[in-house]
């Protein structure tokens, strides 16, 4: 049997820093688990950029093939439930983190983190879904699961020129919902943002409140900020209202109080993509095989090979990609 080899991108520690290196590995350095995929795309999330730079401590071991999103065809598979040629994404999971993740060519996960991607979507749309996307619809779900349905009010998101924040735009639009688009880029944004289907597009400064209860303005939201922005969301939220808090882009604390809980009602829903149920993933993927633009989507996602995926995760921390950053693992 022949020996393969493959290449992939390694975070790994470097004297008293960090390094990323493309390297070539061979299927014997594959972790365990029984589904191996042939990785055609990856892409690039907040979290790979936090990943790359070494914030946070997230990577428990090195080194670390980085990439906490896969899309590619399963080539070998030890269960029925996921066959030989499938088309299959694993989005989190601890990918990228605890275990080999999908910035390289191939990789070996465990059965139960593959999520077949469902008709229509094909392989590059799939990658330019990604956690961003399959998080936005995973914040829908909670919206519509509080009540908040079209025609409820107008429903706000955060960082809406980002990866999760656009889709979550593209998706709430579709179903029909009023979006109110929030960006730190009016400026440069503002068009973009309304071809996506929001209503309107607000400055983020208008999120940087004091936290105190203010006018009643959305009957959801979708944050991917934190700190005061969230706190201001929550504070501006309609009697009933529901926020899903999916990010952390502005800070991780949240400096507010319970006055929007006991006198409007609120319901603040977390939302979490790497350990979410299958069934879930499933539903969220099902949500946006059925009602997002994927022509739309192809119009915010830049392609860029292997090699720069490093530097342009950069550009991620920087908050200045405008939608979604797929990776080429062929070229
Ligand atoms: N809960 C989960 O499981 C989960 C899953 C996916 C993502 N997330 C989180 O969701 C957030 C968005 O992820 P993403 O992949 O969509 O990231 P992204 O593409 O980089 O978008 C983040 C957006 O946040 C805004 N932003 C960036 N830095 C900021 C700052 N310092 N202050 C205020 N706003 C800032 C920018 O939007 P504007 O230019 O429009 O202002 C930026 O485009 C991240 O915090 C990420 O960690 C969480």
Known sequence: ??????????????????????????????????????VRWSDLNYKDGLIMSGRFGLVRRFPMTAGIDLVGTVVESGVAEVPVGRLVTVNGNGLGTDHPGGLAERARVPHAWVTPVPEPI??????????????????????????????????????????????????????????????GRRR???????????????DRLELLGDGELGRASWAGAIDTLG????????????????????????????????????????TLAGIDSVHAPP????DAWQLLADHLDL????????????????????????????GRLVVDVRA
């Open 295 to 322: 022509a739309a989507l192809r119009g915010i996602t830049e392609v860029v090979p292997l090699e720069q995926a490093a530097e342009r995760s950069r550009a991620v921390m920087a908050g200045t990609v405008r």
């Open 227 to 266: 700190s005061r922005a969230l706190a201001t969301v929550l504070a501006r939220t309609r009697y009933g209202g529901t926020v899903a808090a999916m990010g952390m882009a502005m800070g991780v604390d949240l400096p507010t109080s319970v006055v929007p809980f006991i006198s409007r009602a609120v």
């Open 1 to 38: 049997m022949s020996v393969r080899s493959f290449r992939a991108l390694e975070v790994d520690e470097d004297g008293d820093g960090y390094a990323v290196r493309l390297v070539e590995r061979l299927d014997a350095d594959l972790p365990d688990g029984d589904v191996v995929v042939d």
């Open 188 to 202: 440069m944004e503002e068009e973009s943002l309304l071809r996506l289907g929001a209503s309107s597009v607000v």
């Open 279 to 282: 069934e879930l993933r499933r």
């Open 122 to 183: 094909d392989a590059l749309s799939a990658a330019a879904i990604g956690t961003a996307g399959y998080t936005a619809a995973l914040a829908v779900l909670a919206l519509r699961g509080n009540g908040v349905e079209p025609g409820s009010g107008p429903v706000l998101v955060t960082g809406a020129a980002g990866g999760a924040g656009s889709i979550a735009v593209l998706l709430l639009a579709a179903l029909g919902h009023e979006v109110v688009a929030s960006t």
